[in-house]
């Protein structure tokens, strides 16, 4: 999978937002180093961490977790992040994911927010709120360090996205 290491100040972006929806307990999936989850303790949030590729070796698109939590919160790989969507829309809670500001755009995206439920009626995506930050984030890329580029070497904006 791709790695995109979630800096605080990225994270810190969505804490109002889950403040004022009541959440209290957020499951992050794709934990990878902690450095999202460690934020959000920060914040006074009980988290749980899971990760496909460390430590618990727990895939987000299958696992059903045990434990209560209030809301997703990650930051997805990006190769496949209309799957987390798709995922998170069919389990239900409300969910906040970091992404690239296009990708609302684009079709596998747009389609992950429609659910089909198991009768095959199809349910209207939620309102999304899209946070878009006033300066550029610098998310650590495991070979490039705290920033993220494109091909042409220029720095890419990034925004967080909200479902309530």
């Known amino acids: 999978m791709d790695k995109c290491y979630t800096p605080p100040e990225a994270t810190r972006l969505i804490v109002p937002y889950l403040k004022s929806a009541g959440i209290k307990r957020i499951w992050e999936p794709a934990a990878g180093s902690g450095l999202m989850a460690d934020t959000l303790r920060s914040e006074g949030f009980e988290v ?92 650590k890329m495991p070979k490039q360090g705290w920033f993220t580029t494109d091909k042409n070497g220029r720095l890419i904006n990034n925004a967080a996205q909200f479902a309530t």
Do not use: C, H
């Open 48 to 139: 749980y961490e899971s990760d496909i590729e460390t430590g618990s070796g727990t895939d987000f698109l299958t696992y059903n977790p045990p434990f209560i939590y209030d809301a997703v919160v990650t930051n997805p790989p990006f190769a496949i992040d209309y799957k987390f969507v798709e995922r998170a829309m069919k389990l239900g809670k409300p969910w906040a994911m970091l992404m690239k500001d296009n990708r609302s755009s684009v079709g596998r995206f747009r389609d992950a927010l429609w659910t089909r439920l198991e009768d095959g009626t199809q349910v209207p995506p939620p309102e999304l709120a899209r946070i878009i930050p006033s300066s550029r984030i610098s998310f």
